[in-house]
Nanobody
Framework: QAQLVESGGGLVQPGGSLRLSCAASISIFSFSTMAWYRQAPGKERELVATLTTGGGTNYADSVKVRFTISRDNAKNTVYLQMNSLKPEDTAVYYC??????????WGQGTQVTVSS
């Protein structure tokens, strides 16, 4: 079983930046895809960004240009750099990983609040 631990959330003013981290308990090469999701109060969980083993990325239209997903293989960590944050980015952000055997793992989530 793999464990994913998110960190880096917090309170930030509109226009500010945050970097979320997702540390995996096993090599991230075990995963075919790693991703960030978010869930705002009263809304369904939505996909924010994905990163494949081959380095391919994909983003929700609402965060394109502003957010960047990346990884540090040596640290078994995936990041989500969030710039130009907006109040509508407020949500609990979850790390997700899918293995080559189609097992899916979730982190516990980290709260991001964008407010003045």
């Amino acid at each position: 079983q793999a464990q994913l631990v998110e960190s880096g959330g917090g309170l930030v003013q509109p226009g500010g930046s945050l970097r979320l981290s997702c540390a995996a308990s096993i090599s991230i090469f075990s995963f075919s895809t790693m991703a960030w999701y978010r869930q705002a109060p009263g809304k369904e969980r939505e996909l924010v960004a994905t990163l494949t083993t081959g380095g391919g990325t994909n983003y929700a239209d609402s965060v394109k240009v502003r957010f960047t997903i990346s990884r540090d293989n040596a640290k078994n960590t995936v990041y989500l750099q969030m710039n130009s944050l907006k109040p509508e980015d407020t949500a609990v952000y979850y790390c997700n990983a899918i293995t080559v055997f189609n097992q899916r793992f979730w982190g516990q989530g980290t709260q991001v609040t964008v407010s003045s």
